[in-house]
């Protein structure tokens, strides 16, 4: 079984747009393999071999927080799980996020580059204190963007700081912690209470690097991810499977790390 933790659609509405805009700020760097719809995201799955996806959407207007929750919900269904999204600049953090709970949706992605926050901002600590005190779990784009130029919202000792002031909950930095900041994660994230996920990375994470902070942070807080459609999760799945990790550390990163979180 393959569950991809880290991935994104759009209403089919806005799909076309949506791609063609990342594409475009990020100079032609990212190369979608689906047209960014539900429907293409599904006939991936079903190529690549993955059971189940769960979405990440990304608010980047206070207007777009009905809408997008409301289709997120919508779209919710043996094979896909999602996620809701808050705008961090929300004039009512609580009541967004109590609006995520009443639609059933299982965390809250946040991308500090594409939202423009700092990850270890005080007032969006009490956002995250609010979010996982009601149950909520949270994605977050770490590292380097591709449409950003640096410096960049986030690195790995303020995750590990954000980390530390919480009170419990679950929090996932994506890009195993910090995109091409590998040499901080081994640093300041190893070994805390962060998950990270692999998501787009094993075209850059250089292989002895991957593997010492699976080993160091523990292969039960890292989740398989493609980031679609902005990777191939099939080359991804197969990338992990060749590497020199137990089969039960294989197990543990592919779904069974994802289905303890998400309940299935």
Not at 96 to 119: A, M, N, R
Not at 136 to 145: K, Q
Not at 238 to 260: C, F, G, T, V, W
Request: with cysteine.
């Amino acid at each position: 079984m393959v569950i991809d933790f880290h991935t994104h659609a759009f209403p089919d509405a806005i799909a076309a747009r949506a791609i063609a805009s990342i594409v475009e700020n990020s100079d032609g760097k990212c190369h979608p393999c689906s047209d960014g719809t539900l429907s293409g995201l599904l006939q991936n799955m079903d190529m690549f071999g993955v059971d189940v996806s769960v979405l990440q959407p990304v608010i980047t207007k206070q207007s777009q927080t009905k809408s997008l929750n409301e289709w997120a919900a919508s779209v919710v269904s043996d094979r896909i799980i999602s996620f809701g999204g808050i705008f961090p600049h929300t004039d009512d953090y609580k009541r967004d996020i109590d609006f995520v709970c009443s639609l059933g949706l299982k965390g809250i992605k946040l991308h500090p580059e594409y939202q423009q926050f700092h990850v270890d901002d005080p007032n969006m600590l009490r956002l995250y204190d609010y979010a996982l005190s009601k149950g909520l779990m949270l994605l977050f784009h770490a590292g380097a963007d591709p449409a950003y130029l640096p410096p960049y919202h986030s690195s790995p000792a303020q995750f590990a700081a954000v980390s530390n002031a919480m009170r419990g909950g679950i929090m996932i930095a994506a890009h195993l912690g910090g995109m091409h900041r590998w040499d901080e994660v081994e640093q300041y994230l190893v070994g805390t209470n962060l998950y990270i996920d692999t998501s787009i990375g094993f075209s850059y994470y250089p292989t002895e690097q991957f593997l010492r902070i699976v080993k160091a942070h523990g292969a039960d807080k890292v989740l398989f991810g493609s980031d679609a459609p902005w990777s191939n999760a099939w080359e991804e799945i197969h990338a992990l499977r060749a590497l020199p990790l137990s089969e039960d550390e294989k197990e543990a990163i592919l779904h069974k790390n994802a289905a303890r979180l998400l309940g299935i």
